[in-house]
């Protein structure tokens, strides 16, 4: 079984900051994907980054990056420099054998002017 | 392309009352799934496709079926709806190769009364 955890419910950062997003992760696969969503106030599911297990470098998408640390079994995403459209909810996921898609709970963000 | 659409967008049932959301993607993906999401949780995995005729259960399937007779649609039928079932239901899809990449519908809110 896979498990994906998420401990920060909530998170504020200020305009033009970086902010980091926690997610860890639980799995006996050596073959696995991790993911990171956002879903603003509208309710859609926005793919952002992936980063597979045998990837040695770190994702990058434009403003977001993947910071895997597999023996730490972490996937932390950072934003920089955020913007106002960024505030929404992060969803970290991953897959892996079974190729099911597993969320984590969420960190709701918000970015203050 | 029009990606993944789902219909209805809305519905309020009553309780017993069966009904079936629609999905259908015109990606050609192999891979589609439903999920549930209820407040302050992560999206979790009802149902899946492999491929059309092969379906398979997910973390919550109980009171949910599904088949998979085309590549295209993949239909999520209530049996006999449930208060507990209220949710925001979402189907994503993807291609075979990178199972956990998924694109998602923009969502059904179920409300069962």
């Known amino acids: 079984a896979q498990k994906i955890t998420q401990t920060q419910p909530g998170m504020f950062v200020q305009e033009k900051e970086a902010v980091t997003l926690d997610c860890t992760y639980d799995?006996?696969?050596?073959?696995?994907?991790l993911f990171w969503y956002k879903q603003p106030s509208s309710g859609e599911m926005i793919f952002l980054i992936y980063q597979g297990s045998y990837d040695e470098q770190n994702a990058t998408e434009g403003r977001y990056s993947l910071n895997f640390q597999k023996a730490r079994k972490s996937a932390n995403l950072v934003i920089s420099a955020s913007q106002l459209g960024d505030s929404a909810m992060y969803f970290c996921a991953m897959t892996g054998s079974a190729r099911q898609l597993t969320f984590g709970s969420g960190t709701q963000l918000t970015v203050l002017p | 392309n029009a990606g993944v659409t789902q219909t209805p967008k809305f519905q309020v049932l009553k309780t017993g009352q069966s009904m079936t959301l629609q999905c259908a993607q015109d990606m050609n993906h192999e891979y589609m799934s439903w999920y549930r999401q209820d407040p302050g949780m992560g999206l979790r995995l009802i149902h899946y496709s492999v491929g059309a005729g092969i379906t398979d259960q997910g973390e919550v399937p109980n009171g949910y079926n599904v088949s998979r007779s085309t590549t295209e649609d993949f239909p999520l039928r209530l049996l006999s709806a449930a208060p507990s079932q209220t949710s925001v239901y979402f189907c994503?899809?993807?291609?075979?190769?990178?199972?956990?990449?998924?694109?998602f519908g923009p969502g059904t809110r179920l409300t069962v009364t």
């Open positions: 799995t006996s696969d050596q073959s696995y994907g």
């Open positions: 994503a899809s993807s291609r075979s190769d990178r199972g956990g990449e998924q694109y």
